[in-house]
């Protein structure tokens, strides 16, 4: 709203005469007021003016739709609304409404403009997406404030002649009802979380509070002397209301509602508004041309902010937390940009050098509302802590932090300044430990070898400078001094000694050996003392004679006599009856010879396949070729005496 003007003008000296202030003085003492503390601007936020927008004759009051970051000014001589791109900062349309436009509210969800005029008695609706007057509504005598309570879609408008509320159907653009209260009603807003409103009486030094649901008043309090303004915080379910005469602003618990605390602000305060996100409480004032900040945690001014001439109306936009100030006798609109410390950065990394530290981080996604202007390292021993406290200043990431100790631990943190002063420190990095660079070894020394058949045995001490890394193995390289073509031959490994294979003997050879760790292989040794490989001597195997096998003895088969058959007696056949013959004389037999017995051969004792007869050594055959012999042999007798006996026979012829 604006600094009193017209019926407000007169009814501000009205309440100034000895009588009206003895009245309010009565309702001072009812109402607790105590004088809030001033507190000096707050060394974490600044309240700068960022801009100054020029716009109509004499504007009167600001509200702001904080999902299009557009904010609208109507200008009480111009009869217009000045509408102004909050990114940008520039009027962008000019609406023309009714009269002399005082008072505006905007409906964020629909976004809807509404505009009172004292004058006609009317609430003009613009279109936010057009800027247009859609309709005009008319409600009671010299409306003033207006609120607008976007959930239910409802609009409430003072009317200071009639002393009501026209409550206005958003949907419909039509009044739903009229609310009768008492003491010229001026200034209004609503909590959209409880559905309650709050309704400054000028004449009566109090606060109506209606239930929306019923739109009847279910709670007076009283506030200070002139209660202009009321703004709420539905996040802490607070009121705060302008008192012009007395120069405070009574905050009350909208829970209990009764005034818990009073604070003094600037002279003749006509206006006020809340940052709900931040709890912070802006408050124009009249002759001053300020705006004090408060604290809405602790209730007292940590800033007063210079602004235009005739500071009045003023409203926020909570995404961007920009204040913004109908200047009414400047004809211009400041905007307060608040400036806080900046964030703490995020995402610390340390890489460790040759006694420093690489930095780099995130910048913080809080930047306080101005530009940082510089970044600060802090470096922590962790292993001695009094060695700690290094830093680094500069404008970015990274960041370099030098005069540190190698091999011990290190952390780091860091801040971020802006205007308003540096920020909370990052989390820490994860500890680093610098160190000098790694090289690459030293030679190693006392190289010596030893000769062998084409090859070579090659002891060597480890350098005296691992380079800063442990040496992970040695090369042995051999150079053939008799014919260098034929050298190069290399071993590797771990330790002491190595050796080189390959090589020729009778040769002369050289060595010498170098060192690898993880920086590289460093330079070669000097080379040892040259040897020769030569031919080791011949050394005659002796002979050993081959021993004769020893014969298997040959077991004799014993030799089983041949019984000698038993002659069978022939039967001598019935002699004939005898015929004399004559007698012929008959030659004599031969006597028969004897077959002569030949021995079985002996055969070589084998195996036996049955285990039982290994224990004799007999041959199974044997036995069966001697029976054969023997039964031969007695035939041959027997015939030959069968023979013998026939001879001795005489002949019978």
Do not use: C, W
């Not at 607008?148 to 009317?159: E, I």
Request: aromatic share 4%; charged share 10%; hydrophobic share 40%.
């Amino acid at each position: 709203m604006y600094p009193f003007r017209a019926p407000e003008r007169r009814l501000v000296r009205k309440a100034r005469s000895p009588i009206i202030a003895a009245g309010l003085a009565v309702t001072l003492g009812f109402a607790g007021i105590v004088a809030g503390p001033v507190a000096s601007a707050s060394a974490a936020t600044s309240y700068p003016v960022t801009a100054t927008v020029q716009v109509g004759v004499n504007p009167s009051g600001v509200a702001v739709n904080a999902s299009t970051n557009t904010v609208y000014v109507p200008n009480l001589a111009s009869g217009t609304v000045s509408v102004i791109d909050g990114d940008t900062n520039t009027v962008t349309s000019i609406v023309r409404v009714d009269g002399n436009p005082r008072a505006v509210a905007v409906n964020a969800i629909t976004n809807t403009v509404y505009v009172t005029d004292g004058n006609a008695g009317t609430v003009s609706v613009i279109d936010g997406a057009t800027n247009t007057v859609t309709t005009t509504v008319a409600v009671g005598a010299a409306p003033f404030g207006v609120a607008v309570n976007a959930t239910t879609n409802t609009v409430y408008v003072t009317n200071v002649d009639d002393s009501t509320i026209s409550v206005i159907n958003g949907a419909t653009n039509a009044v739903t009802t009229t609310v009768a209260v008492d003491g010229a009603p001026f200034g209004v807003a609503v909590n959209a979380t409880t559905n309650t409103v709050y309704v400054t009486t000028l004449f009566g030094g109090m606060v109506s509070v209606l239930d929306g649901g019923t739109n009847a008043v279910t709670a007076t309090v009283l506030v200070g002397a002139f209660p202009s303004s009321v703004a709420v915080n539905a996040n802490t379910n607070t009121a705060y209301v302008v008192n012009a005469i007395d120069g405070t602003v009574s905050v009350i618990n909208g829970a209990t509602n009764s005034v818990i605390t009073t604070v003094s602000v600037g002279d003749q305060p006509p206006e006020v508004a809340v940052n709900a996100n931040t709890n912070t409480v802006y408050v124009t004032s009249q002759s001053d041309d300020t705006v004090s900040v408060i604290d809405g945690a602790t209730n007292t001014v940590t800033a007063t902010v210079p602004t235009g001439s005739g500071a009045g109306g003023v409203a926020v936009n909570v995404n961007t937390n920009a204040a913004y100030v109908a200047n009414f006798y400047g004809d211009t609109v400041s905007v307060i940009t608040p400036m806080t410390v900046p964030g703490a950065p995020t995402d610390v990394v340390a890489t460790a050098g040759d006694g420093q530290a690489s930095v780099i981080f995130a910048a913080p996604t809080a930047g306080g509302g101005s530009a940082i202007t510089e970044y600060t390292v802090t470096a922590t021993n962790t292993t001695n802590p009094g060695a700690g406290g290094r830093t680094a200043i500069g404008a970015a990431s990274p960041l370099t932090v030098t005069g540190l100790t190698n091999g011990d631990s290190y952390t780091f943190t860091v801040t971020a300044t802006n205007s308003s002063g540096t920020g909370a420190a990052s989390a820490a990095s994860d500890p680093v430990t610098p160190s000098a660079p790694v090289t690459v070894p030293g030679a190693p020394t006392g190289v010596s070898a030893t000769a062998g058949d084409r090859q070579a045995s090659v002891a060597f001490t480890a350098p005296s400078d691992d380079g800063g890394a442990a040496i992970t193995e040695y090369t042995v390289t051999a150079t053939n001094t008799t014919n260098p073509d034929d050298g190069g031959q290399t071993a590797t490994g771990a330790a002491s000694p190595l050796a080189v294979m390959g090589l020729t003997n009778g040769d002369s050879y050289t060595f010498t050996v170098t060192a690898t760790n993880s920086a590289g292989t460093g330079a070669a040794s000097a080379a040892s003392e040259p040897v020769t490989l030569v031919v080791p001597p011949v050394v005659p195997i002796p002979v050993v004679p081959t021993p004769e096998p020893t014969p298997a003895p040959v077991v004799p088969v014993p030799v089983v006599p041949t019984p000698e058959p038993t002659p069978v007696p022939t039967p001598e056949p019935t002699p004939a009856p005898v015929v004399p013959a004559p007698v012929v004389p008959s030659p004599p037999l031969p006597t028969p010879t004897p077959t002569p017995v030949t021995p079985a051969p002996v055969k070589p004792a084998a195996t036996p396949a049955d285990p039982s007869l290994a224990a004799t050594g007999s041959d199974p055959a044997l036995p069966m070729g001697l029976a054969g012999l023997l039964l031969m042999t007695g035939l041959a007798v027997f015939g030959a005496a069968r023979l013998h006996n026939r001879a001795k026979k005489p002949h019978i012829g």
